[in-house]
């Protein structure tokens, strides 16, 4: 009988045991709850405060919605003013423009930044709206042409304005010498084929108009040629507005003294150096007869299908900032809500859930 009593009560401590072979006891059992009591406990407070780190998150970025829409509300009223300021009117003289100055905007360099991030936000959500309707048979687009002399800024211009918006909507030409199957078109054929299609904004780094500048000032083509392509180019523009391509034409607009600033800039970095052309110095040196040239350009060719916005670019933040007000006006103009579904949406919700 003893040793059957013994064995039971080896079988019991046995049962209580967690693993380690030995009885956990009264004490170890209270220790135990204690413990996942502190547990449960700390998971609680780690709980509560992730939940209010994310309400935290939550109010934070509705208030920088609310500032941003703010922002842009604000930036819309001087956006105009700019806008207005900018434009080419008849009677306005290239040369007597202070490429120092910021038309339409009285902040510094760090407001410039800021105002350039809110705009760029809604630039955005305007340039989605485009796309959404170019892929739902939609037919409008926007051309951004720039123009400028060496440094002036186009190539910054692209990465700073149009890298705020998705890059699959913008499609980007850059003109240079026209290749020998080029050259045996008119001049405007290669510009055709680059206009965007339906839902883009499409951006000519240089453009057509290079055929009445360098063409002109470099004796490329006889007088009586670049003479009459100023109607030619207008008759073409003209009927790329009337086909659905929002035009926006920008002269960036450089000092001799700012100029010759970047020119040495990029002679003076090694990294720079692939930017730099001897030809750069030739083109500066002929800068009198490109402001003659560019005079006509704007005399002539800034219509009520496509106007001329001249951008002082001295001061590269405002230029960027300039432009982007003009594309973000451009949009808004198009007045483009998101397109209906082409299909019924509550039936594609009900064969979607039936594949749970």
Known sequence: ?????????????????????????????????????????????????????????????????????????????????????????????????????TPGFEGSRAQCKGALGAIGSDLADLQERLYAHGRTGGDRSVLLVLQGLDTSGKGGMVRHVLGQVDPQGVALHAFGVPTPEEARHHYLWRIRRALPRPGRIGVFDRSHYEDVLVARVD????????????????RFEAQAAAAGTTVVKVLLWVSPDEQLRRLRKRLERPDKHWKYSPSDVDARSRRPAYEAAYQDVLDRTSTDAAPWYVVPADDKWYARLAVSALLHRALTDLDLGWPEAAFDVAAEMARLDATR
Not at 54 to 65: G, I, M, N, P, V
Request: proline share 3%; glycine share 6%.
């Open 1 to 101: 009988m003893a040793k059957k009593k013994s064995g039971t009560k080896a079988s019991e401590k046995s049962s209580d045991a967690k693993g380690s072979g030995k009885p956990e006891g009264k004490a170890g059992r209270k220790a135990r709850k204690k413990a996942d009591e502190k547990l449960q406990k700390a998971a609680r407070k780690v709980e509560k405060a992730e939940r209010k780190a994310a309400e935290a998150e939550q109010e934070a970025a509705a208030r920088a919605a609310v500032a941003r829409d703010a922002a842009v509300e604000g930036l819309t009223a001087q956006r105009d003013t700019a806008i207005e300021l900018l434009r080419a009117h008849p009677g306005f003289v290239l040369t007597e423009l202070d490429t120092a100055s």
């Open 219 to 234: 004796g490329l083509v006889a007088p009586e040629v670049w003479e009459r392509r100023y109607d030619e180019i207008n």
